[in-house]
């Protein structure tokens, strides 16, 4: 039976996420990788103003490059900060999300959890080029760690490292033994066989026989039951996992994640929290932002657009007008706000996008036992529990006190369920979840702190979601300039839910605004 494309994205997403189907739609030729350029708009903007609807990176990267054109800028943000999704949570901070309930976070000094945005792929070079700019330091983030875990609920735990060369070398030695029995003999010639053979043994850490056995070699890749020591220690050798293991539990599922584009080495988080960037932007266009300002109505006519908005700090009625408009607020909140003079198409257009569903929770314990028990520095553990993975704290290093790591983090159905329950049970169910890995953690853990992104008010989802259809037939609408009025954000970027997308989709409203500016 035929496939349509988009079902075929669908397995894709469901066989390896969201990196895998933008891949995927890569190497279709429906999605391409970051393509900034730094603005050059010269001069030309004095006597002009634009309002900038949303104070995210979206919102900030306009207003910035705007500004050194000489245009006015005005940005009405809803927040009592700027970043928008940007957003990291410390010890102190307090936040209440839709249905009343409110999180203050506990952490010990200088931790924190970045419940959005939490990585900085070495491709954003949008990202790269403001980090140069505003001295954002940068450290690495160890996506792929061998020593970190695979996990199932069968029971199944094993490292990382030491699954993908069984997987290796599973796969090395079924294909050595389909060469040597001659059943790809129409494929290749005797020489390419020989040159095969002699490369799937060293890939496959294959013996003599090319088998994938048990042994001190194996080992010296894989890891030992017990590691060597000095003189006449050589090392224990480890048993490898059966092929028939790793498929029955689905242990290679997980071990792709690396080899998708995004997360090709090296991948960087900012020092101190995902919000250094937002920081960097709010210092340069703190003086244009009017905070607590939520937006009530939006009106285009033929001389610019006007918002009124709701002062949340007075409680009054005010309203802000420019010529031009970029608004970057979230199709999911934007698409609630009534608006007049936007085209038919575009009104539509808006509301036809969702907001995927997803949910983050950091957990503070007492002490780093990742570390200390386990050998594990930074990186990744993923499982098929519905927490989804835990993510180890990729800095301070063998530092002594506590330590946070991101407990669970999930998209879809699991995401709705634990949006659903109130924080204490969240976390109850996380830690539960954590302790079926680490069990050190039933002991260790000290507090946590939760966000369901469909209970965030100012965002009501996590990122836009699109399929090849709404893709092809209302992704160019959103992107478009209409009239004055043009759309930003993630959303108006093939790079959905990152910073990178954010920026891209800024700059480029920029140019457009610009250009459509000086030919009037």
């Not at 969201?18 to 995927?24: D, E, G, N």
């Not at 995210?56 to 927040?79: D, H, R, T, W």
């Not at 180890?392 to 006190?401: E, K, L, V």
């Amino acid at each position: 039976m035929g496939v349509s494309r988009r079902d075929f994205l669908g397995m894709v997403g469901l066989a390896g996420g969201s990196a895998a189907v933008f891949q995927m739609m890569t190497v279709m030729g429906l999605a391409a990788p970051s393509t900034y350029k730094q603005p050059q708009l010269g001069t030309g903007g004095k006597g002009k103003k634009v309002l900038i609807l949303g104070g995210g990176l979206a919102g900030m990267v306009s207003a910035y490059e705007l500004n050194k054109a000489g245009y006015e800028v005005e940005i009405l943000e809803f927040n009592d900060r700027a970043g928008g999704r940007v957003w990291t949570i410390r010890g102190g901070d307090k936040y209440t999300e839709l249905g009343g309930f409110e999180q203050t976070c506990q952490f010990d000094k200088g931790l924190y959890i970045n419940p959005g945005p939490w990585r900085i792929p070495h491709v954003h070079q949008a990202y790269q080029h403001y980090a140069r700019e505003f001295g954002v330091k940068l450290e690495v983030f160890p996506m792929i760690n061998h020593n970190a875990y695979v996990h199932r609920k069968s029971g199944v735990k094993e490292r990382q490292g030491k699954l993908m060369i069984d997987m290796q070398g599973h796969v090395s030695e079924l294909l050595a033994k389909a060469l040597s029995q001659n059943a790809l003999q129409g494929e290749m010639t005797g020489e390419d066989k020989t040159k095969v053979l002699e490369a799937l043994k060293g890939w496959g850490f294959l013996d003599k026989d090319y088998r994938y056995s048990k042994s001190l070699a194996t080992s010296s890749y894989r890891g030992y039951d017990r590691d060597p020591g000095a003189r006449l220690e050589p090392g224990t050798p480890s048993t490898p996992l059966s092929l028939d293991t790793i498929v029955k539990n689905d242990l290679w599922a997980d071990l792709n994640t690396g080899l998708a584009y995004e997360f090709h080495s090296t991948i960087f988080e900012p020092v101190g929290g995902i919000d250094a960037m937002a920081r960097a932007f709010e210092a340069r266009t703190r003086q244009f932002i009017k905070y607590r300002s939520k937006v009530t109505d939006i009106k285009q006519d033929e001389g610019g657009v006007t918002a009124t908005y709701e002062d949340l700090t007075t409680g009054t009625t005010k309203t802000a007008r420019g010529d031009y408009c970029i608004c970057t607020i979230p199709l999911s909140i934007l698409s609630q706000i009534p608006s007049t003079g936007l085209s038919p198409k575009l009104t539509d257009a808006i509301k036809k996008v969702p907001y995927g569903p997803s949910f983050k929770a950091g957990m503070q314990y007492k002490r780093r036992f990742w570390e200390q028990d386990e050998a594990i520095y930074g990186g990744v553990t993923y499982t098929d529990q519905s927490m989804g993975l835990m993510s180890y704290p990729a800095n301070n290093y063998n530092s002594n006190g506590k330590g946070v790591v991101l407990g669970a983090y999930m998209f879809g159905p699991d995401a709705v369920k634990f949006t659903g329950m109130n924080p204490k049970d969240r976390l109850q169910e996380v830690l539960k979840q954590n302790i079926a890995i680490h069990p050190q953690a039933e002991k260790e853990f000290d507090n946590g702190i939760s966000v369901g992104w469909h209970r965030v008010p100012f965002t009501l989802g996590c990122y836009g979601l699109y399929n090849e259809e709404t893709r092809k037939d209302i992704y160019p609408t959103l992107c478009a300039l209409d009239k004055r009025f043009i759309l930003a954000g993630e959303h108006t970027s093939y790079w959905n839910a990152w910073q990178e997308g954010a920026l891209l989709a800024g700059t480029s409203a920029v140019e457009i605004i610009h250009e459509a500016a000086s030919k009037a």
